[in-house]
């Protein structure tokens, strides 16, 4: 069965610090898609990125990076310089190529920069 | 292109009554999912679906119930309101098959079960 932790419940850094968010997954399947969402206070869901389990390149944007380490089951996601707008909670997601099954969540990471 | 459109935004419900939170994509997904979001639980799956005439449980389901009548539509109905079905509700599309991108999201349903 697939499975997201993040085991990180909440964060606070000072703003201008780099901060990294952990996400670990387990899938049994050889292809499968990891997904970051932000949900602002406001409340949306964010997309951010998704990455197929072929693809093991870093991909950075802007101040944000992700690093994919399938050795490790790892999906983390860094902020680099955080901003007091960067506050929110961050979603880690997983979704198996076989069957029809929709994303599985992890249970979110909180994080709050402070000014 | 309006995207997931969920019904209402925010409701109060008495412990005992029923009722359907609506759900409508205009992307014209097979795939369609709700979710339940509560403190320091993430998003739990409650019910979705692979297509018209087709829905599955998921995670959280009981107390729900589901139909997926069109592509467009998800409704999700609450049979006899608890105050544990207080939470915030998701409905998600995505296109489905072999084409796996990202789930699109309705702004949510804020409710309470008093």
């Known amino acids: 069965a697939q499975k997201v932790t993040q085991a990180q419940t909440e964060i606070s850094v000072v703003e201008k610090e780099d901060v990294t968010l952990d996400c670990v997954y387990e899938?049994?399947?050889?292809?499968?898609?990891l997904f970051w969402y932000k949900q602002p206070p406001s409340g949306e869901l964010v997309f951010l990125i998704r990455?197929?389990?072929?693809?093991?390149q870093n991909e950075i944007s802007g101040r944000y990076s992700w690093n994919f380490q399938k050795s490790t089951s790892s999906f983390n996601f860094t902020i680099t310089a955080s901003q007091v707008v960067d506050s929110a909670v961050y979603f880690c997601?997983?979704?198996?190529?076989?069957?029809?099954?929709?994303?599985?969540f992890g249970k979110g990471t909180r994080l709050s920069v402070i000014a | 292109n309006a995207g997931v459109t969920q019904t209402p935004k925010f409701q109060v419900l008495k412990t005992g009554q029923s009722m359907t939170l609506q759900c409508a994509q205009d992307?014209?997904?097979?795939?369609m999912s709700w979710y339940r979001q509560d403190p320091g639980m993430g998003l739990r799956l409650i019910h979705y679906?692979?297509?018209?005439?087709?829905?599955d449980q998921g995670e959280v389901p009981n107390g729900y119930n589901v139909s997926r009548s069109t592509t467009e539509d998800f409704p999700l109905r609450l049979l006899s309101a608890a105050p544990s079905q207080t939470s915030v509700y998701f409905c998600?599309?995505?296109?489905?098959?072999?084409?796996?991108?990202?789930?699109?999201f309705g702004q949510g349903t804020r409710l309470t079960v008093v």
């Open positions: 997601a997983l979704s198996e190529n076989s069957g029809n099954t929709p994303l599985v």
């Open positions: 679906s692979v297509g018209a005439g087709i829905t």
């Open positions: 992307m014209n997904h097979e795939y």
């Open positions: 990455r197929n389990s072929f693809d093991e």
């Open positions: 899938t049994r399947d050889t292809t499968y898609y």
């Open positions: 998600a599309s995505r296109p489905g098959g072999s084409i796996h991108t990202e789930a699109f």
